[in-house]
């Protein structure tokens, strides 16, 4: 696993096409927003945190709901772009690795959506983000966790390749190649447009839902619940997503 990890890579990479190479409708992001809403309205105090916050493609529909945001992430310039938008104002940001920053405040739902559990810097690195997410939760919060679940032909080793977005003037098409030495997925995410191709390049340390069960426990969560997508829908064994939601029963 690397050694080296710069937080804000990845802002620095897309941060400026960010809203652009990620459209709302290709993201589930209204039934992303309707779930957290409702979990969060069930708690006390209405208060999320979201780890990876960048240009608030869901803090800010949570924040037109009447709940309370904070956000943590590496990447100033997606931040940035955040702070410009309307209703930003409301919403308090640190700028850290969600790893390991602190914020001080506690929160009855800590989300980590699109992969962000899937750390490149290894199993550690995981179970210190459960560990985060304990620590900026009250007693019984939720960490809610969104990621991408491997197929049985994806764990081959070959190099597979899907369609993530396909919209009228631009197509994403994500080429994925697992290592089963050391868990890691490379991904080069392919955008085709009109003003040409972009290229962005991933790592990933890979988690199955169990593993990340797992590690959670060592954190004081235990699984609440488990969906395929935003909306709900069964999760099975031939799920390629999963929305996991963690209770917090041993806070640390």
Not at 13 to 35: C, F, K, N, Q, R
Not at 85 to 90: T, V
Request: proline share 4%.
């Amino acid at each position: 696993m690397t050694t080296e990890y710069d937080a804000s890579k990845y802002g620095k990479s897309v941060g400026d096409e960010y809203d652009t190479l990620y459209p709302g409708d290709g993201l589930d992001t209204e039934a992303t927003i309707l779930m957290l809403a409702d979990l969060t309205n069930e708690r006390h105090p209405r208060s999320l945190l979201e780890f990876g916050i960048g240009t608030g493609r869901i803090a800010l529909g949570l924040v037109a709901k009447d709940i309370h945001v904070s956000g943590l992430d590496g990447s100033e310039s997606m931040v940035a772009q955040l702070h410009d938008k309307p209703g930003a104002e409301r919403i308090e940001v640190a700028i850290g690795d969600y790893r390991s920053t602190r914020t001080g405040d506690k929160h009855s739902v800590v989300l980590l959506a699109f992969n962000g559990i899937l750390d490149p810097r290894g199993r550690q690195a995981q179970r210190d983000i459960f560990k985060n997410a304990a620590a900026h939760l009250v007693p019984a919060g939720l960490f809610v966790v969104e990621s991408f679940v491997l197929s049985d032909a994806q764990r081959s080793g070959d190099w597979s390749i899907a369609p993530r977005y396909v919209g009228e003037n631009h197509v994403e098409l994500q080429l994925m190649r697992f290592n089963i030495s050391d868990s890691r997925v490379e991904r080069t995410l392919v955008h085709l447009r009109p003003e040409g191709p972009k290229f962005v390049s991933v790592f990933d340390t890979y988690a199955s839902p169990g593993e990340l069960d797992l590690l959670g426990e060592t954190a004081g969560f235990s699984l609440r619940c488990r969906y395929a997508d935003w909306t709900g829908s069964e999760f099975t064994s031939t799920s390629s997503r999963h929305v996991s939601i963690y209770a917090l029963d041993h806070p640390g």
